[in-house]
């Protein structure tokens, strides 16, 4: 076997890997809310709040890190497609974000007494995950789609971008188990000392997040597993 092909088959076994704990994270969230938090609502404030953390969970966790890894997933594919589908993942994140964004603000809003708005640290790392996921988003637009950036500057902002959208991933990730840490003592109160399923099933949830992220950024920083363009393929496409 060719070290091209041996470098594929070990990045595939990580890459399965890492789909079973992505889906696997969001099962369990979406278990974690039917079973133990009441299920989903349009009308209750609490209700509401659950959409929150199942669509940042989804969004901020699983399709972040599908889109940062797309590049070595489909490494046939040709650099525009890639760049394409790449964009397009970070837009689908951006319209959930806004819903769960939306879902949260509701339910302090709407809660009976209301609930103050950007006190905890949660969110205030939140807040500096979506600013910093938007400042990627639209100058990774500007730069890499905008037909008028010359090739020579999109080269030099390249590491700049990776660096920053890796280190967005972390932030999201932490955030992310701040929240389930968050909600895990607000719901439980007292009951969390006993260490009861629900409390068990948040725990598994962080650390389930924390492995995902380290297994995440290893595979989206080992340079045997960056993509290497087939010269061939790309030049019967020019
Ligand atoms: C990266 C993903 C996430 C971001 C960017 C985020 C952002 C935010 C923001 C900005 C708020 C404040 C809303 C307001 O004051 O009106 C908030 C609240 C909250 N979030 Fe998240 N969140 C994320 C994921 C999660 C997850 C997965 C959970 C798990 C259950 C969660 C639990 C909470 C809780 C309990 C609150 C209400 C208490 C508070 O304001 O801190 N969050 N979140
Ligand atoms: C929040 C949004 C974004 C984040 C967090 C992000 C993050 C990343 C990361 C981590 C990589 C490294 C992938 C690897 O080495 O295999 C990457 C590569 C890349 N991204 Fe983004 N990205 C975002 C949005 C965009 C957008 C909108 C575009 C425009 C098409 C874009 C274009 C690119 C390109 C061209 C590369 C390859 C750079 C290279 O040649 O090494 N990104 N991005």
Redesign the pocket.
């Known amino acids: 076997m060719s070290s091209a092909n041996v470098q594929t088959s070990s990045y595939n076994k990580f890459y399965i890997l890492f789909q079973i704990i992505g889906l696997t994270l969001i099962f369990y969230v979406y278990q974690w809310i039917v079973q133990y938090r009441g299920g989903f609502s349009f009308t209750e404030p609490k209700k509401i709040f659950n959409w929150h953390s199942i669509l940042m969970t989804i969004a901020f966790v699983y399709l ?1 890190a599908n ?3 797309h ?2 997933t489909f490494q046939n594919n040709t650099k525009r497609k890639l ?2 589908q ?2 397009i993942i ?1 837009g689908c994140i951006l319209i959930l974000i806004v819903f769960a964004g939306f879902a949260v603000f509701i339910s302090h809003q709407y809660a009976d007494p209301p609930i103050p708005h950007l006190y905890s640290l949660h969110s205030w790392l939140g807040v500096i995950t979506v600013v910093m ?1 938007l400042a ?2 639209f100058s ?2 500007y730069c ?2 905008y037909p008028g950036v010359a090739a020579r500057h999109r080269e030099t902002l ?1 590491p700049y ?2 660096f920053f ?2 280190s ?2 972390v932030l999201a990730v932490a955030t992310v188990v701040l929240g389930f840490c968050e909600k895990i003592i607000f719901s439980l109160e007292n009951q969390y000392k006993k260490l009861p399923a629900e409390g068990q099933l948040a725990n598994i949830l962080g650390v389930l997040c924390v492995f995902y992220c380290t297994l995440v950024v290893y595979m ?1 920083t080992k340079p045997e597993f ?2 290497r363009p087939n010269p061939e393929f790309e030049s019967l496409l020019k």
């Open positions: 972040f889109a940062i890894l590049y070595r760049k394409n790449h964009a970070h996921f990627q988003l990774g637009l890499f789609l390249a971008h990776v959208g890796i967005n991933f989206v960056k993509r």
